[in-house]
């Protein structure tokens, strides 16, 4: 009788651990899936957002490059203008962008690129955290 009893009481420890391990072991199946399931959309917005990067640098890199072409097209017209020893000063009287000398029309164009060249850069950078906020 007391073998019974104890029998009894072990087969209902194993019952019990068994369905215990059975419900565990789904309930641990379920959240692995949920968390490939978050990694994986993770990944997904994660490849989006480098995409959109990606495209932003490549335009980015373009107009850059265009205004670099604008500044060598605009430096070699300007190997024709006067050097600033040529020029006589004019104090200022009927100045315009055609009687600047050489030099300063060097710098203010070179001056004109580097700023377009980091207006360009800052709206892709605005852009790029517009995209992947």
Do not use: H, P
């Not at 007391?2 to 059975?22: K, M, P, R």
């Amino acid at each position: 009788m007391q073998i019974q009893l104890i029998a009894y009481v072990v087969a209902i420890v194993l019952t019990f651990s068994a369905g215990w391990s059975v419900n565990g072991w789904r309930w641990e199946k379920k959240e692995q899936a949920e968390q490939i399931a978050r990694q994986k959309a993770i990944k997904d917005q994660e490849s989006v957002n480098l995409a959109a990067a990606d495209k932003i640098r490549k335009d980015k890199n373009a107009q850059i490059n265009a205004i670099n072409n604008q500044l060598a097209d605009a430096l070699i017209k300007l190997r024709n203008r006067t050097s600033r020893n040529d020029n006589q000063a004019n104090n200022g009287q009927g100045a315009t962008g055609m009687s600047l000398s050489a030099e300063d029309a060097t710098f203010l164009i070179r001056e004109a690129a580097r700023a377009d060249g980091l207006r360009t850069a800052l709206e892709a950078c605005y852009k790029q955290y517009d995209e992947v906020k």
